[in-house]
């Protein structure tokens, strides 16, 4: 299903025509993967259209771009007023939020750093990630024969465009084999994350999820919810998470921007706990909802349009 159209893209500076958001075919970023992303979600809460931690997420990108020798022509203040501008002149409510970097026309060999840094942001309306029920149902799920990324090939806590070819054989795999999702092993067979979502882990009323050192994404998401879950009275334990785990788990759900709080009720056919979404994921999902959608922001994670 195409991407449903607004009317504007702000790309580089300025605000275009979604049809004229254009680039060159030698563009650098066409043949060597040089770009880096963001995903964002407006929400329209009790108190008004606000974006869920624009800040934080514009500051990660700096830092993925930075991982790469490079810097952002624009500030991460800069990169958040036009984001505000562009749901205001798409006249959007709930949407989602794209911001993209790249490496644009110029010199076409491996060596980067003679190519122009281009920067677009674009907004549209986009609903639930995995399924209209997902977040009532949960999702099934496997465990990917494709393995993430090593840390000494490529960094994962950049979040770069060419780290998702292998979220994308992770998903594709996983689709073709009628499951929702799969789950990336890292390179000694830990758990290490979704195709494009963090994961937690509840056994015992523990929760527990990996760890930096298994080649995840630092997730925007994965850090609100661990900050939800200790101020519950819930500890989160960072640590190595063996594939075992998975089937003999209470509760399993995904994290991030585009799934939100999704939970998982199977494992290679195996069923998590009774197969029903867990009281620990169910007070994840209501404290999440409390902040995006009645706008209860003690942490002052939203901005407002």
């Known amino acids: 299903m195409p991407l449903p159209k607004t009317e504007y ?18 563009s650098h970023v066409l043949h060597y993967g040089t770009s880096w992303f963001e995903g964002i979600r407006a929400y329209k809460t009790s108190k008004g259209v606000a974006v869920f931690r624009l800040q934080e997420h514009m500051k ?7 991982m790469y020798h490079s810097n952002l022509p624009y500030t991460v203040n800069e990169l958040c007023e036009a984001t505000l501008e562009i749901i205001r002149k798409n006249k959007l409510e709930s949407c989602y939020i794209r911001p993209l970097a790249y490496r644009g026309y110029g010199e076409l060999g491996v060596y980067p750093l003679e190519c122009p ?56 795999e996983a689709n073709k084999n009628g499951y929702h999702e799969g789950i990336g092993l890292d390179t000694n067979g830990y758990v290490s994350e979704g195709s494009g979502e963090n994961i937690f882990i509840v056994q015992d009323g523990k929760v527990y999820t990996p760890g930096v050192g298994s ?24 640590t190595v998470v063996p594939r075992g785990l998975l089937y003999s788990a209470d509760e399993i759900f995904f994290t991030g921007t585009a799934v939100e709080i999704t939970p998982v009720r199977s494992i290679d056919r195996i ?33 407002y349009i």
Request: charged share 20%.
């Open 215 to 238: 080649s995840i994404l630092q997730g925007v998401t994965r850090e609100s919810v661990t900050i939800m879950l200790k101020e519950q009275g819930i500890d989160v334990i960072e």
């Open 117 to 172: 840094m281009e920067v677009i942001i674009a907004a549209w309306k986009w609903g639930v990630y995995l399924g209209s029920d997902a977040h009532e149902k949960g999702v099934d799920v496997c465990v990917s024969s494709w393995r993430r990324l090593a840390p000494s090939t490529m960094p994962t806590l950049s979040k770069a465009g060419g780290n998702y070819m292998n979220a994308q054989l992770i998903r594709m």
């Open 60 to 66: 990660r990108l700096h830092n993925s771009v930075k």
């Open 271 to 303: 069923a998590v706990g009774d197969g029903h979404v867990g009281p620990i994921t169910r007070i994840v999902q209501k404290a999440f909802d409390s902040v995006v959608k009645d706008g209860i922001d003690p942490h002052r994670w939203l901005t």
């Open 9 to 26: 893209i702000w790309m580089n500076g300025e605000f275009i025509n979604w049809d004229d958001a254009k680039i060159h075919v030698l």
